[in-house]
């Protein structure tokens, strides 16, 4: 037994000194100290076979040696965790490679992409602003309408084309999406007595074909004023503050006749396109201009609709869209790309 125990030992030895790894130093303490299988405690469980006089002097010896491959196991393992030799002596190749390897704390960190406003919208904010510096307040509604609101009350006669399905959608109960911000104006009217002077800007839809200069779903801000003796020269020296508090003195509107229902006289104006500077340009359809809305001179049944005496008192109304000014804002040649969703084209802004 003791011949047996001194051999192991010396096997144990040379096992340490040969392991490199934690992994190799973990396999030599199950192989020689495991519970299981390991060598040290097979010949321990022999130790009752031998003389009753020997069993003493055995059991010291193979605790010595128990002991001895412990220490060893443990002296081994801080070696082996070590960073090689090797490596610790090992020094980048060139100086590049060492300046590579360094932290540069002044570089600045990197910076999370902040969103902006959407250039409709920014748009639509520095139309307010122009409004409310003129005197007027801002009133929003539904853009799910009902027939009165949408047609009756503004004078809208019932063979209108604009109610047919092809222009306008239409919903459940005769209820429809709106297609002007004008229903606002008879909302407003209803509950308020004159003077009154509001912007409702909103969402409208039309079936509108999609083109460079249509688009079905839009932005619209319509506007309103109502007092005693307001004429349609109110109404052309507030378009002309408008542009020019907009894209400058140098900016030239137009004021054509047209028709609307619910003004009358009515007109259309336009704006110097921005594009061609007056020149003409595929957006501007070669003309140098570029409507952007309809205009006029309140009706008097409308007046009378909302319980206004139209001898009392008169009014104008314009509405125009806010997509067509964010393109002449920014010279963007096609409305369809506002409503893309192509971030490339909108990070711009």
Request: with cysteine; glycine share 8%; charged share 25%.
């Amino acid at each position: 037994m003791k011949e047996q125990l001194q051999a192991l030992a010396g096997e144990a030895r040379k096992a340490i000194e040969q392991a490199t790894t934690p992994q190799d130093l973990e396999a030599v303490r199950v192989a020689f100290l495991g519970r299981k299988s390991g060598r040290l405690r097979d010949l321990m469980s022999s130790l009752g076979t031998l003389p009753p006089e020997e069993r003493p002097a055995a059991g010291q010896l193979a605790q010595a040696v128990q002991k001895e491959i412990e220490d060893l196991l443990a002296a081994h393992a801080g070696q082996v965790s070590e960073v090689p030799k090797a490596e610790k002596k090992a020094k980048p190749a060139t100086r590049a490679a060492a300046e590579a390897d360094r932290l540069d704390v002044t570089l600045p960190g990197r910076a999370t992409r902040v969103g902006t406003r959407h250039p409709v919208l920014a748009t639509m904010d520095e139309l307010i602003a122009i409004f409310l510096g003129l005197g007027y307040k801002v009133a929003e509604g539904p853009e799910v309408e009902s027939h009165y609101y949408a047609w009756e009350a503004l004078n809208y006669p019932d063979d209108h084309p604009a109610m047919d399905e092809q222009m306008t959608f239409y919903l459940e109960n005769g209820l429809l999406l709106r297609s002007q911000t004008s229903t606002m104006q008879i909302r407003t009217m209803q509950v308020e007595p004159p003077p009154v002077a509001y912007i409702v800007p909103g969402r409208t839809y039309r079936r509108d074909r999609v083109d460079a200069t249509h688009h079905h779903t839009f932005y619209q801000l319509e506007g309103f004023k109502v007092a005693r003796g307001i004429t349609f020269g109110d109404l052309k020296g507030t378009l002309i503050a408008f542009a020019r508090a907009l894209f400058g003195e140098s900016m030239n509107v137009r004021v054509r006749p047209d028709f609307f229902p619910f003004t009358e006289p009515s007109a259309e104006f336009a704006l110097t396109c921005t594009l061609c500077g007056g020149t003409g340009c595929r957006t501007c359809s070669g003309t140098g201009w570029l409507e952007v809305g309809g205009c006029g001179v309140i009706d008097e049944n409308v007046l009378r609709n909302v319980g206004y005496d139209p001898e009392e008192v008169s009014g104008f109304a314009f509405g125009f869209g806010i997509d067509r000014f964010a393109m002449l804002r920014h010279r963007i040649e096609d409305i369809r790309l506002l409503w893309s969703g192509d971030m490339r084209f909108l990070r711009q802004f």
